[in-house]
């Protein structure tokens, strides 16, 4: 019988929970790396044992962890699992992320707009989101804010910039949101291995269609109050966007305001809102087998981060949005003051799809019917930063 | 040698319990004493000092003899009760934030 494996980052370390395909018992492993915070893990496509996490802290900066057994035991890239790595080694290098400015790339970019119309210098803090290659288990790329894109093609031992995406003409226009200038949102096209999409706050979505060599903005057709420019290339703050596989044209995201679908991979965007309640928000995702099926959890305002009413609702729309159902069942619906961060909702992709979405009051909610039913896994963990589900055989 | 007392997470992460003991060539310096440290303990580089500046992480701080060398030149001679062992070379995390 298939399993899920369920990746969660939180505030204050990691945890993994897995369970066999009913999805009803769950074994609870963890915290990993107690007291970090882990932005974000992830499994490799190509091997499902191999997981990449991104452990922060404010005092101790970056550090990248790896496991080659599912998430049983955990390593710095170029080390051994449990063992201090020999003195010399390129697990030194692992959490080294340098810009490149170097005159090669052919445009060295050292300054992006501050908060008061300034230029600023790009400055390493975290990453937030680690996406592996879908073919090469030692390939992953690393979203990181000061925003820029970076890949490893040795496991995560080293880290190169694709400085293409920065050195896109858009660059020094780019400025931080209210959780800073972040990469967060990373998707590979699966039909098209030289096509990629990013997304940035508050830049917007970009795609490359050349593998990460020059990026280009798509962002035509968001509209943000906050932007005089009705048709600013660049300024939109993007929360997340998903696609589902077998349409790798079609994007939903979630913008700061909004939620917007584009079909012409990411050319031209229109607004599928509809009858949400608020159209705030974080979290985006596709059901598995269903690439007309997309889910939001919509929150109350950018001023007030909690759903509306006090009701945690999951909002489902089987025609590609404008059309949307709350689901409700198993869900608080009162005196429920949670958010849900915009990488901490994931589908699996069993028969019976199941939907998976954390909250910074620390619950991991499962549904295994596609979001009709709902139940946590867990209640009590630390504030939830990312879910991200694997599907195993 | 030298003994370096290390914060409870650097300690996690470079698999050491309690102080740990380096060999310093030369001048015991902060400097001298990082680069030792982290050539010993390579999981450690970029969590105490910048990869790039190699300027000290904000939120850390460097003590020796019960006097903060944090601010001091990163290449002045640190004590001699350093420099012989008498005294630990203390890394410390800010009581900050959660």
New interface residues.
Partial sequence: MSRVRVLVGTRKGAFVLSADGKREKWDVSGPHFAGWEIYHMKGSPADPNRIYASQTSGWFGQIIQTSDDGGKTWHQPGSAPGEQPAPGTAVGESNKFVYDSSDATGKPLTTHQWYDGTQHPWEFKRVWHLEPSLTEADTVYAGIEDAALFRSTDGGKTWKELPGLRGNDTGPRWQPGAGGMCLHTIILDPKNPQRMYIAISAAGAFRTDDGGKSWKPINRGLRSQYIPDPNAEVGHCVHHVAMHGSRPNTLFMQKHWDVMRSDDAGDNWREVSGNLPTDFGFVIDVHAHQPETVYVVPIKSDGEHFPPDGKLRVYRSRTGGNEWEPLTKGLPQSDCYVNVLRDAMAVDSLDSCGIYFGTTGGQVYASADSGDNWSPIVRDLPGVLSVEVQTLP | MIRVEL?Q??RT????NGEVQIEVQGAVTVRSVLDAL???????????R???TQKR?A??RFFACQEDWSHESPDAPLPQDIASGKEPFLIV??IA?G
Avoid at chain 2, 13 to 16: E, F, G, N
Avoid at chain 2, 38 to 48: D, F
């Fill in positions: 914060p997470h650097l992460l470079a698999r050491v982290e050539s010993s303990y390579p999981v450690l580089r970029g969590t105490i910048d990869h790039d992480r939120f850390l995390g800010a934030g």
